[in-house]
């Protein structure tokens, strides 16, 4: 990259809990040789458009966006690639060379290449049961809707989450966690995904691993606790299991790329947010 002002990008919300973003894109900038650092902005509601202006500044590569922002910061930006529309959320913005600011979405290619990384396994002809209808569970209906999966069924405590959630996406099957066709769903499964925030903000399994057929794999998109009540069940059952880790250091090394045109930098990024993420989470 050309020399010049330090570059920045950052990563706004409200609230901002965790690092773990800004350590692992710092590592990458430091490993790459490019002058450039990583934020954390808490915005409140009112705060937001002024930062989205600031950002087109010659100084900015782009910035990411968590909650309460991922829909909102859709209307400031001056495009939003297809990916992000469809799920209805964008995560990170790309700043172009004439100041425009393009919206993309690292979830959903997230998740697949983790799926793939750290289950061995293709979302290709798989059948998917997704548990929650929020803005992850969306990301990871389409992505395996995009990949070709034979089934996905959404499965949320309530059905009219999970209804808008396949009347956005298409292609997917609604129903409740209470569902009775959801036993039969989850025994035919290669692939069960917990969306929710069950194991990390409430202890518990959002749906019991013994339901699942011997040949199952299950994905826990929660990276802290490193290690789940599902993914301990599962791996107690001798099924595929792994946590939303790898799909943390994925969706980054995707965001990195677009910002810097750098190669990979998985491993940099990995090695970075180990020491965070093998902490003991905070109480």
Request: glycine share 10%.
């Amino acid at each position: 990259m050309t020399s010049g002002p330090t570059r920045r990008v950052a990563l706004i919300g409200r609230p901002l809990r965790r690092r773990h973003s800004q350590v692992m894109h710092d590592a990458a900038f430091a490993a790459e040789g490019i002058d450039a650092r990583y934020e954390l902005r808490e915005l409140d509601a009112g705060d937001l458009a002024g930062f989205v202006a600031e950002a087109r500044g010659p100084e900015w590569l782009g910035f990411q966006i968590t909650a309460p922002y991922k829909r909102d910061v859709m209307a400031l930006l001056d495009a939003v690639e297809p990916e992000a529309e469809a799920i209805g959320a964008v995560n990170s913005v790309l700043r172009g060379p004439d100041a425009e600011l393009v919206g993309f979405n690292t979830d959903a290619p997230g998740f697949a290449a983790a799926v793939r990384c750290d289950l061995g396994m293709e979302l290709e002809g798989a059948r998917v049961v997704v548990a929650g209808a929020g803005g992850a569970a969306h990301a990871v209906a389409h992505a395996a809707v995009r990949a070709g999966a034979a089934e996905v069924r959404v499965a949320a405590r309530r059905l009219e989450p999970a209804r808008a959630l396949a009347d956005r996406v298409g292609g997917v099957v609604p129903g409740t966690l209470d569902d009775p066709p959801l036993a039969g769903a989850l025994a035919a499964a290669d692939l069960l995904v917990n969306a929710t925030t069950v194991g990390m903000l409430t202890p518990g399994v959002v749906v019991d691993p013994a339901l699942l057929g011997e040949h199952a794999a299950v994905f826990d998109l929660v990276y802290v606790p490193l290690e789940t009540e599902l993914l301990r069940a599962a791996r107690a059952r001798g099924l595929r299991a792994a946590g939303g880790a790898g799909m943390l250091v994925a969706q980054a090394v995707i965001a990195f790329r677009r910002w810097t045109g750098a190669g990979d930098v998985t491993d940099v990024m990995r090695a970075a947010v180990a020491p965070l993420l093998e902490a003991p989470a905070a109480p």
